[in-house]
């Protein structure tokens, strides 16, 4: 239990969907990050928050909305995916930016897009 | 532009000692973090190293040299549940954006 749970663990969708993928901390940390991790390549960092303000957007294409409504939930809404967008998106907390506390990951959504 | 260099994978027998290399070459520095991934599951934290030198945590050390930009992890008396993917990540600005290597897949066999 890292204290950190992401819903659904596995979500399949069409590319003509539009889904969301939901992170919630437990841990009174105020920062909140999405990464995608696809298969044998690093973690990308995609979003990042502080204090509910977006701190970077790392590039990421306007299909990945990201949302952050308090410094506890952390949102993820996709629409019209690609097949390349297929990998498992982690979302993480940490008690501040810049601060040498670790970040501490939830178990991931595992996303599939047909 | 960033670089983080770790090898693919690396097999070891039980109660053995295995260690994980990692070099990085990134535009900024400012301490390196050590995570473990069980496959399905969370990266979870390791060890941190800001400063130079080894730093000990029970069976698990890392070490770092920010002149070299290199660090290592150490597992010591190895055991099954070892078995998993080891993630270097140096942080590379001040508020702290963590770089992901691709990680070091280490297999414990009986």
């Known amino acids: 239990e890292t204290g950190v749970t992401q819903t659904p663990r596995h979500l399949v969708m069409g590319m003509t969907n539009k889904k969301s993928l939901k992170c919630e901390q437990h841990l009174g940390h105020n920062a909140m990050y999405w990464y995608k991790q696809s298969a044998k390549k690093p973690l990308e960092l995609m979003f990042v928050y502080s204090l509910e303000e977006r701190v970077e957007n790392n590039s990421v294409p306007s299909r990945f909305s990201p949302e952050c409504p308090n410094s506890s939930h952390l949102f993820l809404h996709l629409h019209t995916l690609q097949p390349e967008d297929s990998a498992l998106y982690l979302c993480a907390s940490s008690q501040e930016l810049g601060g040498n506390q670790p970040q501490h990951f939830g178990d991931g959504t595992r996303l599939s897009i047909l | 532009g960033q670089n983080i260099d770790q090898p693919t994978e690396m097999t070891a027998t039980e109660g053995a000692i295995v260690q994980i290399n990692c070099t990085y070459q990134?535009?900024?520095?400012?301490?390196l973090f050590w995570y473990q991934q069980h496959a399905g599951e969370a990266p979870t934290f390791l060890s941190y190293?800001?400063?130079?030198g080894l730093e000990e945590k029970g069976r698990f050390s890392s070490f770092l040299s920010r002149s070299k930009g290199y660090s290592y992890l150490l597992l010591k008396e190895l055991q099954m549940k070892d078995s998993a993917s080891y993630l270097c990540?140096?942080?590379?600005?001040?508020?702290?954006?963590?770089?992901f290597g691709a990680g070091t897949q280490v297999v414990v066999t009986p």
């Open positions: 990134t535009s900024g520095f400012n301490g």
């Open positions: 990540a140096p942080r590379t600005d001040s508020w702290g954006k963590l770089q």
């Open positions: 190293n800001v400063l130079d």
